[in-house]
């Protein structure tokens, strides 16, 4: 299974950014798609995921602002995150989750500066 994860970029504060990432390969019985952050010096957190059935879940810094979605048919997931912050700054990773393995994408960097 391979990711591929596109969007990132410099934003000032109060906009916005997509993320997005495909999967493709043997990715039948995806059970959880999302993203994951990790701001520098800090540990990777999740920002946001969606599981199979439609739920989505948020980390409380997050909620309002962005919004995950998921394409089962394209096995592709999305970010979209508005009214960013700079402490929305990270390396962001898509997550996709088939059986009991973790794949990740290579990362992508946004960065929430004026």
């Known amino acids: 299974v391979q990711l591929q994860a596109s969007g990132g970029g410099l934003v000032q504060p109060g906009g916005f950014l997509r993320l997005s990432c495909a999967a493709s390969?043997?990715?039948?019985?995806?059970?959880?798609m999302g993203w994951y952050r990790q701001a520098l010096g800090k540990q990777r957190e999740l920002a946001a995921n969606?599981?199979?059935?439609?739920?989505?879940n948020y980390a409380d810094s997050v909620k309002g602002r962005f919004t995950i979605s998921g394409d089962n048919a394209k096995n592709t997931v999305s970010l979209q995150m508005n009214s960013l912050k700079p402490e929305d700054t990270a390396v962001y990773y898509c997550?996709?989750?088939?059986?009991?393995?973790?794949?990740w994408g290579q990362g992508t960097e946004v960065t929430v500066s004026s």
């Open positions: 997550l996709v989750v088939i059986g009991t393995r973790n794949y």
């Open positions: 969606i599981v199979s059935s439609g739920r989505a």
């Open positions: 390969g043997r990715v039948s019985g995806i059970i959880v």
